[in-house]
Every structure is written in C-alpha cells, then in structure tokens.
C-alpha cells in the first residue's frame, strides 16, 4: 500500500476544519494576549507565536502531504505541540489571576464547546471581544482542547 493511499492530498488548507479553527485560536489569542497582559510582557510574543506556529505549521503540514507524507506529518505534530503549550498559558492565566477554569460538566464549558462546533468563527471572535479576559482565556482553552 502506497503512501498516496494512506493519506489523501488535503488540497486547499483553507477548507480543512483544523485550520479554521487555528485560525480562530490565533485571533483569540492575539487580541487576548494584548490585552490581558502589559506591552513588553514576553507572555505576549510567545502566546501569539505559539497560535502563529500552530496555524502556520497546519498550512506548510498540508502543502508537504503532496510531496513528502512524512514531513506532512511532522509538521502537523508542530502544529499540535504549539497550541499544546499555548493551552498550557491560557491555562496558568487563569490559575495565577486566580480565576476559575471551567470544567467539562458546567453549562458554560458545554454551551462553548456546541459553539465551537457549530459557530461560526466571526461570531465566536464577536463573542470574545465583548467578555472579560477570564472568560475568553476558557473559550479558548475549550477550542483547543477542540483543536487537539
């Protein structure tokens, strides 16, 4: 069985799910980062570099399946430790701010959860930018725990 059978071309990254969705956690994380934490903070270059690498490394991981299925796959394993240790900063946000993370029973955890799968991205940023930085960082941790 040949590489080209495991794994079909993916064609446009624009049209696969897991790119939208980086795609959304970077807005999320550029607008959050901005603005939760103080010009200078480092927390801010590396929350948006490792939304950036997530999103950019799905993009270069579905160009290289053409070619190269193994490189493919090592970039989208990239892409998924990035936004694992972005999950791991929106997670200590909350936790040192001494906010609440939302657990999985709790009607807001499902009620963002449908959404993540059923909003549009432009309506969850909507959504976002008129919450307070705790609620947006567990909309966020929610989409990513998505997102993995």
């Keep these: 069985m040949s590489d080209a059978t495991l ?3 993916q064609g446009d ?3 696969l799910i897991c790119y939208r969705k980086a795609e959304l956690i970077y807005d999320i994380t550029y607008n959050f980062a901005y603005s939760a934490f103080e010009h200078g903070d480092r ?7 490792a939304a950036r690498s997530g999103k950019q490394n799905i993009i270069e991981g579905n160009a290289d399946m053409d070619t190269s299925i193994e490189m493919g796959i ?3 394993n990239v892409a998924k430790a990035s936004l694992k240790e972005l999950l791991a900063d929106y997670e200590d946000y ?3 701010n ?3 993370q939302w657990h999985e029973e709790s009607d807001k955890y499902i009620a963002m959860r449908k959404l993540g799968v059923d909003g549009s991205n432009k309506y969850i ?4 930018s ?4 705790d609620t947006v960082a567990n909309m966020a941790i929610i989409l990513l725990k998505q997102e993995d």
């Design 125 to 128: 940023l909507d959504i976002a």
């Design 13 to 15: 990254h624009r049209n």
């Design 74 to 76: 090592k970039l989208i």
């Design 7 to 9: 794994i079909k071309p």
């Design 130 to 133: 008129s919450r307070p930085l």
């Design 94 to 96: 909350l936790r040192v």
């Design 43 to 49: 927390t801010i270059d590396q929350m948006v570099q």
């Design 98 to 100: 001494g906010y609440e």
